[in-house]
Structures are given as C-alpha cells and as structure tokens.
C-alpha cells in the first residue's frame, strides 16, 4: 500500500521549487510558488511516517532555509497528522487517513531564509484523499415489511429497498446493484419477484399469489457496490399477501380496553371481585406513534366527581422511569417508547384513582402490561466454527458432530422454533451429499461412502439455522471436519521377488532388507508394517523381523544352512499392518530366493579312533591299519598325508 500511494503522486518526492528574487531575503512570485494538490489514498498501510512531497527553495545551496507548516492537521487538531522536516523540506504523512471521515486537507507552508527574517509568504498545501472500497453498501432497514394482493399482475410493483454506501460518489466504489438472493417460500414458483438492479424496486414477476395457500414470502436482497462486482450486504423483505378484498380502512391508532374502577359511596372504595384489571398486551418494537395509547383506566364515578389518575412502581416514576405514563385527567395509560421483550417481557405498576376533594381513594392497583414477542433476533451458533473429525471407513449415519444454535426470542413459540440444514459442502467431493444433519437435533452424521483421507483430507460445510420452524430468520456457522485415517490402504513390496546369498552354517546372518509402501499416514498403526514368512521355511531356518523405521522387513538366519543338503530355499513373504484392514483388501505377497554358499568343510573319519595289535618287528612299508574318511563337499577329492604334518589339500 505505501508504495501504490506514492505512486499516485507521480513521483517519490514531487520537488516544488521556491524561486528568489533581489535582496537577501525570499520573496513571493505567483507563477512559481503553485503547489498542487497532493494525493494520498486512503488506509495506506504505511511505514509511517510516510513521505509525500518536499519543497525546497532554489537559495538553499546558498542560504540556510527554515521550512515548516501550519493549520489544520499540523500545528491545530488534528495535531501532527502533518508534519514538515525543518532542514529539507520533507513533507510526511504521520498515520493513515480516512477518506469518509475527512477527503481533504488544507494547511499552510512556510520557507523562511534564517538570519535575514525575510520569508515567503504563506502557500496553501491541498492533500487529496483517496478514495478506496471500503466500506460494504447497507440497507436503510435490517427488514423491509410490505404487502402484495393475491391477484396483483405481472409487474405490479410491491416495495421499493434502499442501500448506501458511504464511499466515494459516483465513483464505482459506492455504485450500488441490487439482486433478489433467496425467496421462501419457492411455490408456487421460485421466481414469483423481481427486482431492478439500479432502483431496487420490487414486483411481481409471476401469476400465482394466493393468501390462502401462502400468506406470506420472504425475499433476501443483496446490495453490491463496484456496480454489482464489489462488497455487499443484505437484508431481508418480508412481504404479507393480502386478500383481493382486503380493503377496509385502518386506524392509525388502535382502540384500547377500557378498565372501569366502580364506584362505593362518596369516595372510591376497593371491590376486589370487580376492581381487577386483566394483563394488558403489547407488541415489542411497536413502530408507534408514540406516545401510545395502551388502556383507558376509568371510575364509575368519573360522572359525579373529578378523578385523578395516576401510576407509581418501575417502568413510572422507578428506573426505568417515564417508560409509562397516565394522564392524570382521563386515566389514560401511554406507553412512551419501544419495548424490548429480550430485555424484559412484562412490566408491573400501580394503579391510583382518588376523588379530588374527598381525599378518599382505592388502594392502589397491579397493572400488568405483558411484551408480546416479535420475532426480531435470528438464530445465533454455540460458535462460529466448529471443529470435528471422521474416520474415512465411516459407515453410513455414522454420527460425526453436533452443531448447537440458540434464539432468545420467546421459548416455546414459532420465533425460537429453530430448523437446521446444510448449505454447502467443500469440497463437493466424491458426492456433493457426504453428510446430512438432523434439521431439529443438529446432529450431522456420514450419508454416503467415499470419505478417502488420501484424496480428501478435509471438508468445510456450512450449516444454517432457522426459525419459525425453518421458514424465518436465519444464522449461519461453519464446520471444519478432519477426515482421520483407516487401514484402508493395504501395503505393498517395492519388488514383487527378491534374490540373496548366504554361506552355509551360518546364524543370524543378515540375508535381505525388504520395503514395503503404504498409502495410509505415514508412522501410524494403519501404515506400520508387520512381515511373516508364509511358505518355503517349514523347518523354520529363516527369520523376519520389521525394521525401527517400520517400512522395511529384515531377513535373517534362524539356524546354520547346509548346502549340501539344499543350496537353495524358495520364502514366500507376506505383509499386513499392525491394525486389521478397514475395508477387504489383498494382501501383498514377495518370493524371496536364497543361494547358499558352500563352505570348504573338514573330512570325517571313520572310526575317529581304532586299536591296532601288530606284532613287534615288522616291516617296513607294511600296512599296520586302514582308515576310511569322508568329506561332506560334493564334488572334491581328498588326500591323507603325514600325520605329523597339519594341512590338508583338496
């Protein structure tokens, strides 16, 4: 932002040079000393002190120039939202402005040649600010009331909205189009309205309004400025269908009960069966006029005597005090302003009748006056967001989260009679319909299969409530919902066989690492794997392990191998997780071929010992005993030497 705002200056610093004439000091011309508007958009988001412009005097490589400034915004309130660099003539700009709340600023600059006093004379300093779209349109009401008869024509027109927008005028940031968002009921037809997008005039666009199937419709109109492409806002049009025949006269004002006091003798006297006066009604946020008459409290004696009427307790001369009043001379009872039900929904005062005169008067009597609710307050949500989880093997109604919403209208009534349904869904994938809710719980649970962390990790819904039973006034939240991981992704071998060699005899050998990749996340029980030899090892030589990073299985010798009695072993390897599959799924299987290497092995005799008798003097190179010895290698020969001699030779 603060780079685009000095951009709208022209340059980084608009230099504004101070020309000056004979004699030591600056003086005034005219033609030279013009400084142009400077322009600053507005909410520029700085650094500040932002930079502006600098003046500087065509003397100062000669003279020493004291530059300041003066005015509004500068020495006088606002103070220091200007500021100027007495040495070069830097102007700044100290916080960022508000075109809505001021579009222009004028103050003075000074250039003053320090030691001669003599100086220039003041030049005024316009700072333009800039407007930007920043503020959203709004409707002169929250909610529009208006009436349409049943038999009204095509292009009858119904209701006329306003919205404004406080931006610039006529400048597309406050160029304002009007759209119909929503109609409730949507029957006969769901496009029964019309609006015209530049005079927000409402009318009717189809035949089929009917009192007695649909009294009423509820319109939601959108206000977008940027001629229709910018913010927006809404607000709602309520619009009651009246009878074809529906043309008797009002009354502006509406006739209220009269309470009559009965008379007893001279004075007034109580009569408890007959001085009772029924609570008395009235409708929250009544449009008035106000005062407005709400009973008529009269003595049976009115005729006879002067009365004087009058009412003490909270809501009359108690806080809040003046809410009622009576008129003293008539018993007229007025109530001055609006009443708010969700503040308080029934009021009590006194009631006082005395005979001027006599002095005599009833005790004082109890008037109830009960708030009637209207339904003004839209559902409001426990939270904005709600946040859950569901395991993507979630079966369908599957209970995921509960979502709360609240309306303080009155219990128990039509106006807090809350409905929930679901708005949208993000993505809408693999179905757009995944999940649904309970419209009176607000429980939402799984509708349909196809929840995969893998492709769908997350899913956003946006979920309304509603009341007068899911036909009123609206409030929306959302719901985040983490989709967790299932064993649903079986592991699978990087290699469908393997080869490896060992040497014979030995154990514990390391013969194979074997890996393995898993689609479910990384490092939990759905992806760690679990290995096992399945065939090819039924003397049990071999044995299989998973290694510490969990992806890999390790092959190794259980017991020496002897390779002459198989120089080759054929291992059927299988993999699982350690969790169980979520879903039916194959289980992956690798062969593994082993070569045993042949190691040179020492020759065996048979007997390892012999006795030998032979008789004393024999000859030489006479045989004294034969030895037989065998070899456990194939395929080699041997040869007995001198026993004193160690080696042998194959």
Known sequence: ??????????????????????????????????????????????????????????????????????????????????????????????????????????????????????????????????????????????????????????????????????????????????????????????????????????????????????????????????AGDGLTGEAKVILTVTDRNDNAPASTQPSVPILEVPKSGEGLRRRKREWVIPPLSVVENDRGPYPLKVSLVRSTAHRVKNISYSITGPGADQPPVGLFTMDRNNGILYLTQPLDRERKDSYMVQLHAVAEGSGNAEAPMDIIVKVIDQNDNKPTFAQDIFLGEVAEASPRGFEVIKVVATDIDQPDTANSDIRYRLMSQEPMLPSDFLFVINPVTGVIRVNASGLDREKYPMYTLVVQAADMAGDGLTGEAKVILTVTDCNDNAPAFTQQSYEAEVDENKVDAHILTMSVTDGDEPHSLAWNARFGIVDGDPEGHFTIETGSNKDEGIISTAKGLDFEKSSTHTLLVAVVNEVPFAVPLPTATATVVVTVRDVSEAPVLDPVEKHVVKREALAVDSDVVKYTASDPDTGCTQKVIDGHRPEFTR
């Open 1 to 226: 932002m603060g780079t685009t705002g000095l951009a709208v200056v022209g340059i980084l610093l608009a230099i504004l040079q101070v020309s000056a004439f004979e004699g030591e000091g600056l003086r005034r011309r005219k033609r030279e000393w013009v400084i142009p508007p400077i322009s600053v958009v507005e909410n520029d988001r700085g650094p500040y002190p932002l930079k502006l412009s600098q003046i500087r005097s065509n003397e100062d490589k000669v003279k020493n120039i004291s530059y300041s400034i003066t005015g509004p915004a500068a020495d006088q309130p606002p103070v220091g939202l200007f500021t100027m660099d007495r040495n070069n003539g830097i102007l700044y700009l100290n916080q960022p402005l508000d075109r809505e709340e001021k579009d222009s600023y004028m103050f003075q600059a000074h250039a003053v040649a320090e030691g001669s006093g003599n100086a220039e004379a003041p030049m005024d300093i316009i700072v333009k600010v800039i407007d930007q779209n920043d503020n959203k349109p709004t409707f002169a009401q929250d909610i529009f009331l208006g009436e349409v008869p049943e038999a009204s024509p095509t292009g009858f027109e119904v209701i006329k909205v306003v919205a404004t927008d406080i931006d610039q005028p006529d400048t597309d940031n406050s160029d304002i189009r009007y759209r119909l968002m929503s109609q409730e009921p949507m029957l006969p037809s769901d496009f029964l309205f019309v609006i015209n997008p530049v005079t927000g005039v409402i009318r009717v666009n189809a035949s089929g309004l009917d009192r007695e199937k649909y009294p009423m419709y509820t319109l939601v109109v959108q206000a977008a400025d940027m």
